[in-house]
C-alpha cells in the first residue's frame, strides 16, 4: 500500500545542484517523520535530512549548509535540494518515512547521485 519513489538522481559536476524528489503513496507526508539517507560502496547507510511533522528539519554536520530539505504536502513529496555537491557526495540516496502507530517505516528504492570533477 505504502511507496515511496525516488528521482532526480543523476552525474553532476563538483560544485553543481541536485533537487532528488520522493513521491509517498498511500499516506500522507505531512503526518510522518521522513528522511533521507545515502550509501556509498563498502560504506554505512548515512542519515542525511530529516524533517518531522511538525516541519523540523536537522542535518549532519557534513551537508549542514549544502542541503535543505522540504516537503510539499499538496504534491506528496518530499524533496532534497543539495547545493555544493562534493566528490564524497556520491551514493545512491533513499527516501525514508518514518512509523506511526500501527503504520511501519517504509524506503524508497534509491536513485544514484555520481559527483564528478
Known amino acids: 500500500q505504502v511507496q515511496l519513489v525516488e528521482s532526480g538522481g543523476g552525474l553532476v559536476q563538483a560544485g553543481g545542484s541536485l533537487n532528488l524528489s520522493c513521491v509517498l503513496s498511500?499516506?500522507?507526508?505531512?503526518?510522518?517523520?521522513m528522511a533521507w539517507y545515502r550509501q556509498a560502496p563498502g560504506k554505512q547507510r548515512e542519515l542525511v535530512a530529516t524533517?518531522?511533522?511538525?516541519?523540523?528539519?536537522n542535518y549532519p554536520d557534513s551537508v549542514k549548509g549544502r542541503f535543505t530539505i522540504s516537503r510539499d504536502s499538496r504534491r506528496n513529496t518530499v524533496y532534497l535540494q543539495m547545493n555544493v555537491l562534493k566528490l564524497e557526495d556520491t551514493a545512491v540516496y533513499y527516501c525514508?518515512?518514518?512509523?506511526?502507530?500501527?503504520?511501519?517505516?517504509?524506503w524508497g528504492q534509491g536513485t544514484q547521485v555520481t559527483v564528478s570533477s
Open positions: 498511500g499516506s500522507t507526508v505531512s503526518m510522518y517523520t
Open positions: 525514508y518515512k518514518g512509523s506511526r502507530g500501527y503504520l511501519p517505516a517504509s
Open positions: 524533517i518531522t511533522s511538525g516541519g523540523s528539519t
